[in-house]
């Protein structure tokens, strides 16, 4: 049981280069999330899907894209990235009900 | 959503009970207090919930006064282990309800 899985775990890219992070989770809930975790901060809410084929912009969305490609998949895309956005993205799951978060090991992204 | 202030770091010893307290006065009525814990290099985990009351479970246990402006989370006998962040957080519980992250608080735990 893997819960929630993000690939990559680290990526170091250029400004202005693309990039797309993905997160699966196999526990067949039904919305997912994408947070971002700066030094010394809590997490941000980037975006949300409360379930396939919608998403909704959380916190701080700007500079990002999503796409809920099926109940199991969220990913997070940056089409050019900013030394702004060096940071831990966190990938998120959630039962309906009541349930508590369940969050992967996060992918620690660098750009130069 | 309501907001949080808990206290940003604490220091305990081994074998010590600490408590954390965290404020959130404008609590909603179906609002739920969660707390997660955070190691280094780890997502957060989820450590318990409660609406009202006491609630306990293997890990902790977590103390909500009648008027619910605040929380306080009970970890027993602690261990270097549990050396991490803690968060506090207010949200629905319901659906597909966003959490809100503060700072937390960064538990020291030494020997």
Redesign the interface.
Request: aromatic share 10%; with cysteine; charged share 15%.
């Given at each position: 049981n893997a819960g929630?899985t993000q690939t990559p775990k680290f990526q170091v890219l250029k400004t202005g280069q693309s990039m797309t992070l993905q997160c699966a989770q196999d526990m067949n809930h039904?919305?997912m999330?994408w947070?971002r975790q700066d030094p010394?901060?809590?997490?941000?809410?980037i975006y949300?899907?409360?379930?396939e084929g919608t998403t909704d912009k959380?916190?701080v969305p700007n500079g990002y894209n999503v796409s809920r490609l099926n109940k199991r998949e969220f990913s997070l895309r940056l089409e050019s990235a900013a030394p702004s956005q060096t940071s831990v993205y966190?990938c998120?799951s959630?039962e309906?009900?009541?349930q508590?978060?369940?969050?992967?090991?996060?992918t620690r992204l660098s750009i130069l | 959503l309501a907001k949080t202030t808990q206290p940003i770091s604490m220091d305990s010893y081994e074998g010590q009970e600490v408590n954390i307290t965290c404020s959130h006065n404008n609590i909603a009525t179906n609002d739920y207090i969660t707390w997660y814990q955070q190691f280094p290099s780890q997502g957060p985990r989820f450590i318990i919930q409660g609406y009202k009351t006491k609630v306990t479970n293997e890990v902790a246990s977590l103390f909500i006064p009648a008027d619910r402006k605040s929380s306080t989370l009970s970890l027993p006998r602690v261990s270097l282990s549990d050396t991490a962040v803690y968060y506090c957080l207010v949200a629905l519980n319901s659906g597909y309800s966003t959490l809100t992250f503060g700072k937390g608080t960064m538990l020291l735990v030494s020997p």
């Amino acid at each position: 049981n893997a819960g929630v899985t993000q690939t990559p775990k680290f990526q170091v890219l250029k400004t202005g280069q693309s990039m797309t992070l993905q997160c699966a989770q196999d526990m067949n809930h039904n919305s997912m999330y994408w947070y971002r975790q700066d030094p010394g901060m809590g997490l941000r809410l980037i975006y949300y899907s409360a379930s396939e084929g919608t998403t909704d912009k959380g916190e701080v969305p700007n500079g990002y894209n999503v796409s809920r490609l099926n109940k199991r998949e969220f990913s997070l895309r940056l089409e050019s990235a900013a030394p702004s956005q060096t940071s831990v993205y966190f990938c998120a799951s959630r039962e309906e009900g009541g349930q508590p978060q369940h969050f992967g090991d996060g992918t620690r992204l660098s750009i130069l | 959503l309501a907001k949080t202030t808990q206290p940003i770091s604490m220091d305990s010893y081994e074998g010590q009970e600490v408590n954390i307290t965290c404020s959130h006065n404008n609590i909603a009525t179906n609002d739920y207090i969660t707390w997660y814990q955070q190691f280094p290099s780890q997502g957060p985990r989820f450590i318990i919930q409660g609406y009202k009351t006491k609630v306990t479970n293997e890990v902790a246990s977590l103390f909500i006064p009648a008027d619910r402006k605040s929380s306080t989370l009970s970890l027993p006998r602690v261990s270097l282990s549990d050396t991490a962040v803690y968060y506090c957080l207010v949200a629905l519980n319901s659906g597909y309800s966003t959490l809100t992250f503060g700072k937390g608080t960064m538990l020291l735990v030494s020997p």
